[in-house]
């Protein structure tokens, strides 16, 4: 397309007289030219510098490769990919912005928040039956999960280009570079506030999907204020939607709180069970200082109840969690009937020749109809 639109005329010296309208159409592809000259320019140098790297898409994935898609986005949208779990899109990070809500037949947005002995979980999950948002927290010093909000109203998106959402106690905002959720008492005061900044953004086809990404944040900067606390942390943010049912199936594992910076998310899934049948499995290992993926082809990753598992050239890495709270809730009205099991866990990343790594997860399972 972009050839088309750059292509010149096939006679080259045959003279005209040049016209108003030929001068700003020249103008124009002058214009162009040069952009498209500039991002060519930054995607050569980044290819000089990695002359030596690996195909995209193998085990290891360093930084200066998302620069080249970075680069290469700026010919095109964001949230457009064209491949799968195995070929993930770096976006620009401080640029990209959430679309507005809702997007899908089925959509489905969530955030993890970790902090220094307090973990937060707030998400909001659409079918054609329902719309429900909820938040709840793990304290370590209490040891259980505290729900703050189980709610079916529906949120109304605002008039803006990106996501905005409010109802009568909760608000979000998932705007450019990053945003924040608020939670308010029922009187109306400021319960909790989540303040967010992109760090690392990628995105990529799910299982059975032509055109609808999913946004993956592993990284996400926090600042939260709860009770009188204010808190720094590491988060984790998923939006998705699209045709995934009506029958579906899934396991995932997250983490924003390991050591040595690294963040973990993994998913052994299956959409549209008996109805254009999708496999959907995935292993991803970001270190957010380098920007280096590590990941197992979607053949070479699964899950147990308790664990995670995947061979990355040939070597065996596990993610083990140990449960220490559960939220359990039916998403059920309508045809739809999916129960959902959150886990706050315990996790132990075995890698090898490493130390394994040690910090907390949130293990998500959900099964039913939607």
């Known amino acids: 397309a972009h050839q088309e639109q750059f292509r010149l005329s096939p006679e080259p010296h045959a003279k005209r007289t040049p016209t108003a309208k030929s001068r700003d159409s020249g ?34 994935w360093p930084r200066h490769s998302a620069a080249l898609q970075c680069a290469a986005k700026q010919m095109r949208g964001a949230f457009t990919p064209s491949k799968g779990p195995d070929a993930p899109e770096a976006e620009n990070a401080s640029q990209v912005a959430l679309p507005r809500w809702p997007a899908g037949w089925h959509d489905h947005l969530q955030y993890h928040f970790f902090f220094d002995g307090l973990f937060v979980q707030a998400r909001v999950f659409l079918t054609p039956s329902l719309e429900e948002h909820s938040v709840w927290i793990y304290d370590h010093n209490v040891g ?25 106690r909760l608000h979000i905002e998932d705007g450019k570079g990053g945003g924040f959720l608020q939670l308010k008492g029922a ?3 400021q319960e909790l506030k989540v303040q967010f900044e992109n760090k690392h ?13 999913v946004i ?26 699209g045709s995934y049912g009506p029958h579906w199936g899934y396991r995932f594992i997250q983490s924003s709180a390991l050591p040595e910076n690294q963040f973990l998310w993994t998913a052994d899934a299956t959409f549209r069970l008996g109805d254009g049948e999708a496999k959907y499995n995935y292993f991803k290992l970001l270190d957010g200082e380098t920007g280096e993926l590590v990941q197992a082809s979607t053949e070479n990753t699964w899950q147990q109840d308790c664990a995670g598992f995947a061979y990355i050239d040939g070597k065996r890495y596990e993610a083990r969690i140990t449960p220490l709270g559960e939220w359990m809730h039916d998403y059920k009205a309508g045809d739809t009937n999916s129960r959902m099991q959150l886990r706050y866990c315990k996790l132990e990343v075995l890698r090898p020749g490493a130390a394994p790594l040690v910090g907390y997860a949130l293990n998500e399972r959900c099964f039913g109809v939607l």
């Open 201 to 213: 953004v990628f995105s990529w086809l799910p299982a059975g999907q032509g055109a609808n990404a």
């Open 27 to 60: 103008a124009m592809l002058g214009s162009n030219i040069m952009r498209a000259s500039r991002v060519l320019t930054s995607m050569r140098g980044v290819m000089v510098q990695q002359s030596g790297l690996k195909r995209f898409g193998s085990a290891t």
């Open 144 to 168: 259980k999960v505290e729900e703050l909000l189980n709610s079916p109203e529906r949120l109304q998106q605002s008039g803006a280009d990106t996501l905005e959402l409010t109802g009568s």
């Open 187 to 189: 009187g109306g005061e």
């Open 216 to 241: 993956h944040r592993p990284d996400l900067a926090l600042k939260l204020d709860y009770k009188g606390r204010t808190l720094q942390g590491r988060g984790y943010s998923k939006r998705y939607w």
